[in-house]
């Protein structure tokens, strides 16, 4: 019987949020939909973890849809790239559903409420079912699952601006999703296959041929539009601004790190990192557009007054040191990629949700509104500062391993006009992350506000727990690094 | 549109056969061409032409929405259902294999179902998504809850 469990794991993660999804649909209420939200995240966050040790003792599980044998059927594969990136996923919906509860029922109408639970577990089932997926169409399939439903989820947004923003994301997304679908219509056009790994094996008799230079092209573009790389980015930051504050939080940590997993994934899996990097100059192009992105996202930050689309700006720098990471296309360079992801993520997910606690008092959030909070939220306050310190790269943070790591990958080929480009948007993020802390210690209350109190304990509970795990990362990072280390050599091994 | 007779007439004649051969191509659908999703869609349009003929509010009366909000849920409950009950068989998701004594009804039991809860969701969520665009501009009623533009 356990061994039957175990072996189910794998398709377990994606069916028990789409079981749960219809369930909210007829429970009709948003409370009972809260709880089982809370219950599928959890359960399914207990299951990442059984499974990341399954990989991380037994090596790769290979799960077969339906009974149909892989190449023929969809096959769930889990290596030890995705089971870390699954295990991201998971913990901030689990973390985040924790947060959901009162931040929902103070934005989201609530004989809506239960649609908005249903829509978040769809987004969550497809985000799941990307990571784990080995089929380059079912792929697809999950990519727009969890972005149909995060159109859904943003234009919830309790400001008009969300619908508009949340029309602007459908049209780059599915864009993307298009360009994306295109690029694995040509790779099934000269392959016959659709499983990854069977396409990966048949590639390289057809490598030569402008099809599937095409195809990954169209791969690479799409892909990018989802995670927002620096020329595509422009509908990233209405999104997370006019997005509810638990979605922001939930999507602003997992859904461009799942899209930038999706690339890795096709890149080194699919194509070859000798194939796409040195048959192909897609190296070079990409490092000057990280860079791109992390100087024009963080000078962009720097000027903003919302600081919802401060932090929306500040994660368009940091899918920079993301891509930057595993467009060297070396070792140390996909796994500082890989420890890169799951701090953002925590980073993100904090200060996405301190700032939601203080929009659950105030109803706005710009630097105005949010001066001298300070005294007022002082935990939620001091949960921004601390997770702000990790952003920029303060030691005994995440963020700073992060850093530390990156570095270490840049200066081992010897580029270091890419370490001063790091260096120089870690400056910036201190500057945008000053302010807004100048904002909460060193001004005084608008005139004629009245004192505001501390948010509810679960949503401090969530955003602590966060920013603890930081802490955590910043000060313990042996696993986190190993784990990022075994990535690199499962991807950059079985690739090419 | 109530007033013209021939529409109406004929609306009434046809509204029987499009539903019944939308319950052929739903459960022909493993035989011959067809399946859940078409399926569903030829029984939405019999609800959609008699939305049109005799209005939306009368159409909302035969099927109402808070129905189409439960049938919508239950189809793709019971998608997932047949995938999980092959799964407590001792199979893997939606391996039909597993649901009945042998595995060629087993497939053709799995098949059924499944294309079952599809056409379920189809009917529900073609319907609703066309009372949503015909319902707007329109005075709503407790079923929609207005636009909140707080």
């Known amino acids: 019987m356990i061994e039957a469990f175990f072996a189910q794991m794998p398709a377990l993660v994606i069916v028990l949020p789409l079981l749960a999804a219809p369930i909210c649909v007829l429970l009709h209420r948003g409370g009972p939909s809260w709880f089982v939200y809370l219950l599928t995240t959890w359960a399914c966050f207990a299951l990442a973890f059984l499974l990341f040790v399954q990989v991380k003792i037994g090596g790769p599980i290979s799960y077969a849809m339906g009974g149909w044998a892989p190449p023929f059927g969809i096959e769930l594969r889990l290596d030890a790239l995705n089971t870390v990136v699954l295990l991201l996923v998971t913990g901030i919906a689990a973390i985040s559903s924790v947060y959901a509860k009162a931040s929902v029922a103070a934005e989201i109408a609530s004989e809506r409420a239960y649609l908005f639970y249903a829509a978040l577990l769809l987004c969550f089932c497809g985000l799941a079912g990307i990571t784990v997926t080995g089929d380059a169409f079912n792929l697809f399939v999950f990519l727009e699952i969890s972005s149909l439903s995060s159109y859904a989820l943003i234009a919830m947004g309790s400001k008009r601006r969300a619908l508009l923003s949340a029309f602007q994301y459908l049209i780059m997304g599915t864009i993307g999703g298009t360009f994306l679908l295109i690029g694995i219509g040509f790779l099934y056009m000269m392959t016959g296959s659709l499983n990854m790994a069977d396409i990966a094996s048949r590639l390289p008799a057809v490598a030569d041929t402008r099809t599937v230079e095409a195809g990954l092209a169209f791969i690479v573009v799409g892909t990018s539009l989802k995670f927002a790389l620096f020329p595509v980015h422009v509908w990233l930051p209405n999104a997370y601004t006019y997005a509810p504050s638990s979605v922001s939080a939930f999507i602003a940590a997992t859904a461009t790190k799942v899209a930038v997993y999706a690339l890795m994934r096709f890149l080194f899996t699919v194509f070859g990192a000798a194939y796409a990097f040195d048959q192909l100059p897609l190296g070079e192009v990409l490092l000057v557009l990280s860079v791109a992105a992390m100087l024009s996202g963080s000078m962009a930050a720097i000027f903003q007054t919302d600081v919802k689309r401060l932090l929306a700006w500040s994660s368009i720098a940091q899918i920079g040191y993301i891509v930057m990471g595993f467009a060297l296309a070396s070792s140390a360079g996909v796994s500082a990629s890989v420890v890169h992801m799951v701090n953002h993520g925590l980073i993100k997910g904090a200060l996405f949700m301190a700032v939601g606690a203080m929009f659950w008092r105030l109803r706005t959030i710009s630097l105005n509104d949010i001066a001298g909070l300070g005294r007022q939220m002082p935990i939620t306050s001091a949960a921004f500062v601390v997770a702000g310190l990790s952003l920029i790269g303060v030691p005994a943070t995440g963020g700073f391993i992060s850093k530390w790591v990156l570095l270490e990958a840049v200066m081992e080929p010897g580029h270091y006009w890419l370490a001063a480009a790091i260096l120089v948007s870690s400056l910036m993020a201190l500057i945008y992350i000053g302010r807004v802390v100048e904002a909460l210690y060193f001004r005084e209350r608008p005139e004629g506000q009245p004192p505001v109190g501390e948010a509810p304990v679960l949503m401090l509970t969530a955003t602590w727990t966060l920013v603890l795990a930081n802490i955590v990362l910043g000060l313990y990072a042996t696993p986190l690094i190993g784990a990022a280390e075994r990535a690199a050599r499962a991807v950059l091994g079985a690739g090419s | ?150």
């Open chain 2, 1 to 150: 549109m109530r007033e013209h007779t021939v529409l109406r007439v004929v609306t009434k004649v046809l509204i029987a056969p499009i539903i019944l051969f939308a319950l052929y191509v739903q459960f022909h659908g493993d035989y011959s061409p067809g399946g859940g999703f078409q399926a569903g869609v030829v029984f939405a349009a019999a609800i959609i032409l008699y939305a049109l003929i005799f209005g939306l509010a009368e159409a909302r009366r035969a099927v109402s929405p808070n129905l189409l909000r439960i049938t919508g849920a239950l189809g793709a409950l019971i998608f997932a259902g047949t995938g999980v009950y092959a799964m407590l068989r001792g199979g893997n998701f939606l391996d039909y294999d597993y649901l009945a004594h042998d595995a060629v009804h087993g497939q053709h039991y799995g098949l059924l179902l499944v294309e079952f809860g599809v056409g379920l969701t189809v009917v529900s969520v073609i319907t609703s998504i066309f009372y949503v665009f015909a319902g707007r501009g329109r005075r709503n009623d407790d079923e929609q809850p207005p636009g909140d533009a707080r």
